[in-house]
């Protein structure tokens, strides 16, 4: 079969459908499983959004008002949403340089396909691994940049090499890294100077307090060379809905309309309903809960961090992140170590070579859990040191 050989060098399975296999196979009757694996979200819908997607519903059901498909590139009330938080924020950017989407994950592999084979692309590493492997199946030639503890995992331009596609995201799954203005100026001017594009995943950029830029666009001359995946899942918890946006500025010459054809092709666009929904993460009530409820997840993360302290284990200091990163005891290998969580204490989390290059000897905590999950799994936490 001539299938496509790239697949041979990647992993032969994605590491969420690993994990989601390894909890839904955990059978310990004294142990209730504690699930930090894949950071799915788990507090339900905002009020104000469930409203507004039953009054979707609602049209739906009468003639006048039923909708077929939806625009490839999104309705024009969400464009338009997207495009004046945008202003608010200095950035200039217009309704048609916006494309709903189904979220981040996908759209880190299609905006591969507006180029040409075999491009050289650089990911920021150790990262979220959907967009590296996609790249590696369009046989393109990747490269990673490793980022390190000391650096607190900030990435900075390579030397040499010139790059057609740039991946970076921040704050970073996994590691919590959230570039700073300084650092994403750098790599404005580096893309500006090399001519690459930089594809900037900021699907976590809700969870950043400080101040840190939340979209590439608030630094000069982003508009000139990047694009911005954003998603609605972590924030509005819309994992189970699908719902998110990429931007591709006019400025990027060619690249905005070759997606608008691109998603002609290959999308039949979001729902209707689940962009009504969407809608609301830009209502003011919506806008304080979502606030609490992005506390209520960090303050999980310093109820693991301490745990993790109390055991002498290095973390990230990052408070801009849903995962905690962490190293795994006496240097361990880090499929061992997660397994020893599992099977011991019967928590399930992610190993940091799942995130690829650098990962390695590092595990993620997911904080989209219950405060009694996190509380109950520091309590656990305290055994760990038999183990070793
Ligand atoms: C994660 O990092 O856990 C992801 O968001 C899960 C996924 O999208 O596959």
């Given at each position: 079969?001539?299938?496509?050989?790239?697949?041979?060098?990647?992993?032969?399975?994605?590491?969420?459908?690993?994990?989601?296999?390894?909890?839904?196979?955990?059978?310990?009757?004294?142990?209730?499983?504690?699930?930090?694996?894949?950071?799915?979200?788990?507090?339900?819908?905002?009020?104000?959004?469930?409203?507004?997607?039953?009054?979707?519903?609602?049209?739906?059901?009468?003639?006048?008002?039923?909708?077929?498909?939806?625009?490839?590139?999104?309705?024009?009330?969400?464009?338009?949403?997207?495009?004046?938080?945008?202003?608010?924020?200095?950035a200039k950017i217009e309704p048609d340089e916006i494309f709903i989407t189904?979220?981040?994950?996908?759209?880190?592999?299609?905006?591969?396909?507006?180029?040409?084979?075999?491009?050289?692309?650089?990911?920021?590493?150790?990262?979220?691994?959907?967009?590296?492997?996609?790249?590696?199946?369009?046989?393109?030639?990747?490269?990673?940049?490793?980022?390190?503890?000391?650096?607190?995992?900030?990435?900075?331009?390579?030397?040499?090499?010139?790059?057609?596609?740039?991946?970076?995201?921040?704050?970073?799954?996994?590691?919590?890294?959230?570039?700073?203005?300084?650092?994403?100026?750098?790599?404005?001017?580096?893309?500006?100077?090399?001519?690459?594009?930089?594809?900037?995943?900021?699907?976590?950029?809700?969870?950043?307090?400080?101040?840190?830029?939340?979209?590439?666009?608030?630094?000069?001359?982003?508009?000139?060379?990047?694009?911005?995946?954003?998603?609605?899942?972590?924030?509005?918890?819309?994992?189970?809905?699908?719902?998110?946006?990429?931007?591709?500025?006019?400025?990027?010459?060619?690249?905005?309309?070759?997606?608008?054809?691109?998603?002609?092709?290959?999308?039949?666009?979001?729902?209707?309903?689940?962009?009504?929904?969407?809608?609301?993460?830009?209502?003011?009530?919506?806008?304080?809960?979502?606030?609490?409820?992005?506390?209520?997840?960090?303050?999980?993360?310093?109820?693991?961090?301490?745990?993790?302290?109390?055991?002498n284990l290095w973390y990230n200091s990052s408070v801009c992140s849903p995962?905690?990163?962490?190293?795994?005891?006496?240097?361990?290998?880090?499929?061992?170590?997660?397994?020893?969580?599992?099977?011991?204490?019967?928590?399930?989390?992610?190993?940091?070579?799942?995130?690829?290059?650098?990962?390695?000897?590092?595990?993620?905590?997911?904080?989209?859990?219950?405060?009694?999950?996190?509380?109950?799994?520091?309590?656990?936490?305290?055994?760990?040191?038999?183990?070793?």
């Open positions: 079969m001539n299938y496509n050989k790239n697949f041979d060098s990647i992993e032969n399975e994605y590491i969420f459908s690993k994990i989601r296999k390894q909890a839904s196979s955990f059978n310990n009757p004294d142990l209730h499983l504690i699930d930090l694996g894949v950071g799915d979200v788990k507090l339900p819908l905002f009020k104000q959004t469930i409203t507004a997607m039953k009054g979707a519903c609602d049209e739906m059901q009468k003639e006048q008002t039923f909708k077929g498909y939806p625009p490839a590139n999104g309705y024009q009330f969400l464009r338009d949403k997207i495009a004046q938080s945008y202003q608010n924020l200095g189904d979220g981040a994950k996908g759209q880190l592999g299609n905006i591969a396909e507006l180029f040409n084979y075999g491009i050289n692309v650089l990911f920021q590493s150790p990262c979220y691994p959907a967009g590296a492997e996609s790249n590696v199946l369009r046989d393109n030639n990747v490269d990673f940049l490793v980022t390190h503890e000391q650096d607190g995992f900030i990435p900075y331009p390579p030397i040499g090499k010139r790059y057609d596609l740039i991946y970076l995201c921040s704050p970073c799954n996994p590691t919590g890294a959230v570039m700073n203005r300084t650092d994403l100026t750098i790599w404005v001017q580096y893309a500006l100077k090399s001519g690459a594009v930089i594809v900037f995943d900021g699907a976590y950029s809700e969870f950043i307090s400080g101040d840190y830029p939340k979209s590439i666009y608030e630094i000069n001359g982003a508009t000139d060379c990047a694009i911005e995946i954003q998603s609605f899942s972590k924030s509005l918890g819309f994992t189970g809905i699908r719902c998110g946006y990429t931007v591709i500025p006019k400025r990027l010459g060619e690249l905005n309309a070759l997606f608008f054809h691109w998603l002609g092709r290959r999308f039949n666009g979001v729902s209707y309903v689940s962009q009504r929904g969407a809608e609301t993460f830009f209502d003011k009530d919506v806008k304080s809960q979502l606030e609490k409820r992005i506390k209520f997840y960090k303050t999980n993360t310093e109820v693991l961090k301490i745990a993790l302290k109390n055991l995962y905690v990163f962490a190293k795994t005891p006496n240097g361990e290998n880090s499929n061992v170590f997660c397994r020893k969580l599992i099977e011991n204490l019967g928590i399930v989390s992610t190993p940091g070579s799942g995130f690829l290059h650098g990962g390695e000897g590092y595990f993620r905590l997911s904080a989209f859990c219950h405060r009694e999950d996190a509380l109950q799994a520091s309590d656990r936490l305290k055994n760990l040191a038999q183990y070793y």
